[in-house]
């Protein structure tokens, strides 16, 4: 009796085993998107337009400095002289949420370098400055961002200013999602978005910037794009355009509390992509 009783129990370990396999090969997904602290979030494998995973998609949500991807598109695509030399006026001062900026009043730049520094630094003065100086000023320049907006296919989005000052700039996963893909075509916003340091003369001073994003400093990630944002109302946002095991992928990130969480949570869905193996994305895909 004994010889069947451990087969038995030989037999149930094994079936207990291999259904313990199987579960495992479910819980890095699980594991590591369960952790992701962002409060919506969307990952797109461009390849097959597939969405990976999505989280709170399409709520419409503040998108603080993620507004500047827009304002970027905005201000090349209306071919304004790149060369042409702003200055930063009493108007670019931030009187709503009275933050902070190294750039003075009476500063002069050219439209290509307020453009870099928007971009790579998320400066809100050089940003306004921006609006201003577009035809019909901030106003028609604001408007020309929604307008852009609706082209896109992005119905749930809505902007008030070019900075992302404002909680009424608002947008959704999803259609973010299609913002970075058209900003991503724009080999300018591609290079200042991605530039890691950049330097401005002040008067007889060097002032000199650094991304607002840490992942550029990663060669290993790929970043074609990025952009990243923070207000209270909006806590930090974060968008990208990757290439993860050779294939593009974008990855929005909204309401992220902690200051380095919406960064955690992109090397999360970046491991969680590389645990996947080839096949498994591709399957994934839909590929």
């Known amino acids: 009796m004994r010889l069947p009783i451990f087969r038995a129990f030989f037999l149930v370990c094994i079936t207990l085993a291999a259904a313990s396999a199987q579960a495992g090969d479910h819980l890095p997904r699980a594991a590591r998107l369960a952790a992701l602290k962002s409060s919506a979030v969307m990952i797109v494998d461009l390849k097959s337009k597939a969405v990976l995973h999505e989280k709170n998609a399409h709520t419409v949500m503040p998108i603080a400095s993620l507004t500047k991807l827009m304002t970027a598109l905005v201000v090349l695509e209306a071919k304004q002289n790149m060369k042409e030399v702003l200055t930063i006026g009493r108007a670019d001062i931030d009187r709503l949420k009275h933050s902070s900026s190294r750039l003075r009043v009476g500063t002069r730049l050219t439209r290509r370098d307020m453009l870099h520094l928007a971009l790579m630094s998320s400066e809100n003065r050089a940003a306004s400055a921006l609006g201003r100086n577009y035809p019909g000023g901030t106003r028609k320049f604001v408007k020309a961002m929604n307008a852009r907006a609706r082209a896109l296919g992005m119905k749930d989005t809505r902007y008030v200013e070019p900075t992302g000052l404002s909680s009424a700039n608002v947008s959704t996963p999803s259609d973010l999602a299609r913002l970075v893909v058209a900003a991503e075509r724009n080999p300018v916003i591609r290079r200042y978005s991605t530039d890691?340091?950049?330097?401005?003369?002040?008067?007889?001073?060097?002032?000199?910037?650094?991304?607002?994003?840490?992942?550029?400093?990663?060669?290993?990630?790929?970043?074609?794009?990025?952009?990243?944002?923070?207000?209270a109302e909006a806590g930090r946002c974060m968008v990208l355009y990757a290439m993860v095991r050779k294939r593009p992928t974008v990855m929005v990130f909204l309401d992220a509390q902690g200051k380095f969480s919406h960064a955690a949570d992109a090397n999360r869905v970046r491991a969680w992509l590389a645990r996947l193996g080839a096949s498994a994305l591709k399957k994934l895909a839909g590929r």
């Open 196 to 231: 890691r340091r950049f330097s401005i003369r002040q008067g007889k001073d060097t002032t000199i910037y650094s991304n607002t994003n840490r992942l550029t400093a990663n060669a290993s990630w790929g970043i074609r794009l990025q952009k990243t944002g923070y207000i």
